[in-house]
């Protein structure tokens, strides 16, 4: 079964309807949901998902919190990052000026030696000098 990082740009579209590159994360969620994918992330993931969903003006109230219980329900393989995690994330945020957050999946795919997953531009133009990855517009699989 392939293993991936996925960061909360791919997650979050399994939850907020009319994004961008949606039906190729939706595809994603369905190899998930069928067990033919494996996914990994940081703890955060779950609170950056959410953060979107609370920032997406055309979710209610109702449906946002039907969509938190979702995102705890078909988390990814949640990993705390340790020292070597935490130095290697540190160490590429501050080379590459970029958040220690968006670091942290870059460290976790290579520590695992996984391919990370995105949707994010920057994300991917950093990814590239690290670990091998894959823009959710090229679709899956790698």
């Given at each position: 079964m392939?293993?991936?990082?996925?960061?909360?740009?791919?997650?979050?579209?399994?939850?907020?309807?009319g994004?961008e590159f949606?039906?190729a994360a939706?595809r994603?969620?369905?190899?998930f949901?069928h067990g033919?994918i494996?996914?990994?992330?940081?703890s955060?993931?779950?609170?950056e998902?959410?953060n979107a969903i609370w920032?997406n003006?055309?979710?209610?109230?109702a449906?946002?919190?039907k969509?938190a219980?979702?995102?705890i329900?078909l988390?990814?393989?949640?990993?705390?990052l340790?020292?070597e995690?935490t130095?290697?994330?540190m160490?590429l945020a501050?080379l590459e000026?970029?958040s220690?957050?968006?670091?942290?999946y870059?460290?976790i795919a290579?520590?695992?030696?996984?391919?990370?997953?995105t949707?994010?531009?920057e994300?991917?133009e950093?990814?590239?000098r690290?670990?091998?990855?894959?823009?959710l517009k090229?679709?899956?699989?790698?």
């Open positions: 392939p293993n991936l990082v996925i960061d909360a740009s791919v997650y979050a579209k399994w939850f907020n309807r994004e949606e039906e939706l994603l969620r369905d190899e949901i033919k494996e996914f990994h992330a940081p955060h993931i779950t609170f998902t959410c920032k003006p055309n979710v209610t109230d449906d946002a919190l969509l219980k979702e995102v329900i988390k990814p393989e949640i990993l705390e340790d020292q995690m130095e290697e994330a160490g501050r000026n970029i220690f957050y968006d670091m942290t870059v460290a290579k520590k695992l030696a996984f391919a990370l997953i949707a994010d531009d994300q991917c950093i990814a590239k690290h670990v091998k990855y894959r823009h090229e679709g899956y699989p790698l």
